[in-house]
C-alpha cells in the first residue's frame, strides 16, 4: 500500500515553510522519529533540504515534544490539529496505549475494517468504555470514535487505513 502523502520521484515540493509544517506533522503521525538529524533525513528524502537551525525552529513553532514510547525510548510527538492540543504517537508508540490493551483484551469481540472506518463490537454496555480507552490513548492514527452500546466505529485518519487500526486492535486484545 502507498502513502498518499509521500513524494513521488520528480515531484517538485513546495519549500514552503507551510509545506514543511505538513511533511514534519505528517512524519511524526507516521513513523517514531527519535532525533532532529533522522527527521531531516526523512525531510531530504522527501526533497526538502533543512538547516538543523530551521528544523528546531520549526518543531517549536508546531509545540512538538519528545513523549516516550511503550519501549521507553523518546520519541517526537506534534499535538493534533483540531485544537486538540495533546501531542499524540504513531499506533503502538503510545505509553497511554496501555489502558486501551487491556480494555481491548477483556472487552473486544471483533474489529472489521472498511476503508478509513473500523467496526468493533464488544459486549452489551462495554463500548463507551472501550470508545474513552482508545481516545485517551492518544495516538495518531485514529482520528476519534462513536460509541453505542456495544459497538464502537473508529475513523482512521489514513483513509484507507481501518485496516491498519482494526489489526493492531486485534492484536492488543490478544496480547500481543
Known amino acids: 500500500m502507498t502513502d498518499p502523502h509521500a513524494q513521488g520521484a520528480g515531484q517538485a515540493v513546495p519549500h514552503t515553510r507551510t509545506a514543511r509544517h505538513r511533511r514534519i506533522v505528517d512524519i511524526l503521525?507516521?513513523?517514531?522519529?527519535?532525533?532532529?538529524?533522522?527527521?531531516?533525513?526523512?525531510?531530504?528524502?522527501?526533497?526538502?533540504?533543512?538547516t538543523q537551525a530551521t528544523l528546531s525552529r520549526?518543531?517549536?513553532?508546531?509545540?512538538?515534544?519528545?513523549?516516550?514510547?511503550?519501549?521507553?525510548?523518546?520519541?517526537?510527538?506534534?499535538?493534533?490539529?483540531?485544537?486538540?492540543?495533546?501531542?499524540?504517537?504513531?499506533?503502538?508508540?503510545?505509553?497511554?496505549?496501555?489502558?486501551?490493551?487491556?480494555?481491548?483484551?477483556?472487552?473486544?469481540?471483533?474489529?472489521e475494517a472498511s476503508a478509513n472506518l473500523v467496526v468493533v463490537r464488544t459486549p452489551p454496555g462495554a463500548a463507551q468504555f472501550l470508545a474513552s480507552a482508545i481516545d485517551q490513548a492518544e495516538v495518531y492514527d485514529i482520528l476519534g470514535t462513536l460509541a453505542g452500546d456495544d459497538t464502537v466505529v473508529l475513523i482512521s485518519r489514513d483513509p484507507a487505513g481501518g485496516q491498519k487500526v482494526a489489526d493492531h486492535l486485534l492484536r492488543l486484545a490478544q496480547g500481543e
Do not use: C, H
Request: hydrophobic residues 40%.
Open 58 to 111: 520549526d518543531l517549536d513553532e508546531l509545540g512538538a515534544v519528545k513523549i516516550r514510547t511503550n519501549d521507553g525510548e523518546l520519541i517526537y510527538a506534534v499535538p493534533s490539529e483540531g485544537g486538540f492540543r495533546v501531542p499524540q504517537a504513531p499506533l503502538g508508540e503510545s505509553v497511554k496505549e496501555e489502558r486501551m490493551r487491556r480494555l481491548a483484551g477483556e472487552l473486544l469481540i471483533s474489529a
Open 29 to 50: 503521525g507516521r513513523q517514531p522519529v527519535r532525533s532532529q538529524s533522522q527527521l531531516a533525513k526523512l525531510l531530504a528524502d522527501d526533497g526538502l533540504s533543512v
